[in-house]
């Protein structure tokens, strides 16, 4: 049986026609066929290995010659903390991902014109909140029990396809800050950086909260792109209590629609090259981008008065400053293919990103990894990888810390950072079917913090992950 990958390999040189993570041309020879990261491009399915069964009916096809598709994919996987964290533990946890395209020019003669949505069922625990108490989340599908709407949007393409404008319910991680190598890791991280996740409202517009939003993408060949995202700043509000602290409670279904937040503003640029067979240079992207939210945040050390939050004479409020922003920047590069398929080989990336120091838990983050398709002999469609990401607890949070001990005369952690080593290796049992075993290995959790669940108040200890994940798609 040919796999799906020497197939497409024999008609075009490394999938050189062919969208990759976040959109973007496929410059990652590396790219999983299977991926929880909303960015990845997944096209394998099981439907052919189901025989009459795949569409009963004939109705999969009918409705794809009308322009509309859909789509099943369910991963499930199991996580144990076995040493470290703030317990030991295991849990299980899935997700059932519901997606509906709609090519409006073959359904209804609307050039240029698509519509999108997709539903997930999210059931189980999270090993992260629960277990290991680190903020570089474990797992990318880790979230509350919930039924909810993910994106909702319409795209109109205009200009031969080289400008097109996204309005509705949008999530930022789709598109940018995408590294398609770093779609194949389990760890959420490696789709969208640790950092944004942490400092924007709510998390920012990203799993498994989107939020209305426009977007608009501007294409003049293949080897340039150029996009800005206007979203609502905040997807699930401000906390009213700390009973309603968590933002995944305040957006239960992913239907709020909040569009009296202050906005959150996303620019990048990516430059593809080594796309032509003759380029003497393997494929890679760089990538240039800044945010920039418009609310209003409190330091993180000094009240309005200028003394240390830590001093009991303070407020206890944090100085109101306007304004937070970051800038990242990335490289997604293939430094190998193998010379019997073009479609195998190993890929790299890096990624960088910066926030100010005064506003922000983390002021700093870096991720770095390289991934291999098709490493063993006879497993051409598997990938393997190795990732690393850190996060830096910002300036001002560590003094904070310091201040605390000095003032209050109270010995007790002082935060630093937090990082996470993960290995993986996504194993394709058949088109659409995957099992990917896992290893991750967290440093300082939560930055250094004491651990809530130790009467002598000591740091969290370093954590060490295992874990199973499958992925069936049809």
């Known amino acids: 049986m040919i796999s799906d990958s020497a197939r497409i390999a024999a008609e075009t040189p490394f999938l050189r026609n062919l969208r990759g993570a976040g959109g973007d041309p496929q410059t990652s020879v590396a790219q999983p066929d299977t991926s929880a990261k909303?960015?990845?491009?997944?096209?394998?399915?099981?439907?052919?290995?189901?025989?009459?069964?795949?569409?009963?009916?004939?109705?999969?096809?009918?409705?794809?010659q009308k322009g509309i598709a859909y789509s099943l994919t369910y991963i499930g996987e199991s996580f144990g903390n076995v040493t470290g964290g703030s317990r030991r533990g295991g849990i299980y946890e899935g997700r059932l991902d519901f997606q509906f395209d709609a090519d409006l020019d073959k359904l209804l003669g609307w050039q240029g014109a698509s519509f999108h949505t997709n539903l997930f069922q999210i059931h189980g625990t999270g090993l992260s909140?629960?277990?290991?108490?680190?903020?570089?989340?474990v797992s990318a599908i880790e979230a509350l029990p919930s039924s909810r709407l993910y994106e909702l949007w319409f795209e109109q393409k205009l200009f031969n396809d080289q400008f097109s404008l996204r309005i509705g319910q949008l999530a930022s991680d789709t598109e940018f800050a995408?590294?398609?190598?770093?779609?194949l890791f389990v760890n959420s991280t490696f789709g969208w950086?640790?950092?944004?996740?942490v400092v924007m409202p709510s998390g920012g517009p990203i799993y498994p909260l989107a939020t209305p939003g426009v977007r608009a993408k501007y294409v003049p060949n293949k080897n340039l792109s150029l996009q800005v995202g206007v979203y609502n700043g905040d997807p699930a509000g401000a906390a009213r209590d700390d009973n309603n602290s968590d933002p995944q409670r305040r957006n239960r279904t992913g239907t709020n629609f909040r569009t009296n937040d202050p906005a959150l503003?996303?620019?990048?640029?990516?430059?593809?090259?080594?796309?032509?067979?003759?380029?003497?240079?393997?494929?890679?992207?760089?990538?240039?981008?800044?945010?920039?939210?418009?609310?209003?945040?409190?330091?993180?050390?000094?009240?309005?008065?200028?003394?240390s939050l830590a001093d009991p004479t303070s407020t206890g409020i944090g100085?109101?400053?306007?304004?937070?922003?970051?800038?990242?920047g990335m490289i997604d590069q293939t430094i190998y293919r193998e010379p019997d398929d073009s479609n195998d080989g190993a890929s790299v990336f890096l990624r960088l990103?910066?926030?100010?120091?005064?506003?922000?838990?983390?002021?700093?983050?870096?991720?770095?990894?390289?991934?291999?398709?098709g490493l063993l002999p006879g497993r051409s469609d598997d990938t393997v990888g190795v990732a690393f990401a850190l996060s830096r607890i910002s300036n001002n949070a560590r003094g904070l810390d310091a201040d605390t001990i000095f003032l209050t005369g109270v010995p007790g952690p002082r935060r630093s950072s937090e990082a996470v080593l993960?290995?993986?290796?996504?194993?394709?049992?058949?088109?659409?079917?995957?099992l990917q075993p896992d290893f991750q290995y967290v440093f300082q959790p939560n930055g250094g913090i004491a651990n809530p669940r130790d009467p002598n108040g000591s740091r969290i200890k370093n954590a060490a992950v295992f874990g199973l994940r499958g992925t069936v798609r049809y």
């Open 353 to 373: 990103s910066s926030s100010p120091t005064d506003r922000n838990l983390l002021d700093f983050y870096l991720d770095a990894g390289i991934g291999y398709k």
């Open 265 to 307: 503003v996303i620019a990048e640029a990516a430059y593809a090259y080594g796309l032509e067979a003759h380029d003497n240079i393997e494929p890679g992207t760089v990538t240039l981008g800044g945010w920039y939210h418009f609310g209003r945040f409190n330091s993180l050390r000094f009240d309005d008065a200028g003394r």
């Open 193 to 197: 950086p640790n950092i944004m996740a």
């Open 178 to 183: 995408v590294s398609q190598t770093g779609t």
């Open 38 to 64: 909303p960015s990845a491009n997944l096209t394998t399915s099981i439907q052919d290995q189901l025989g009459p069964y795949g569409d009963p009916g004939g109705l999969r096809s009918f409705l794809q």
């Open 129 to 137: 909140r629960y277990y290991v108490n680190n903020f570089i989340t």
């Open 319 to 328: 100085r109101r400053l306007r304004g937070d922003s970051g800038i990242y």
């Open 422 to 434: 993960e290995a993986t290796y996504q194993a394709v049992l058949g088109p659409g079917v995957t």
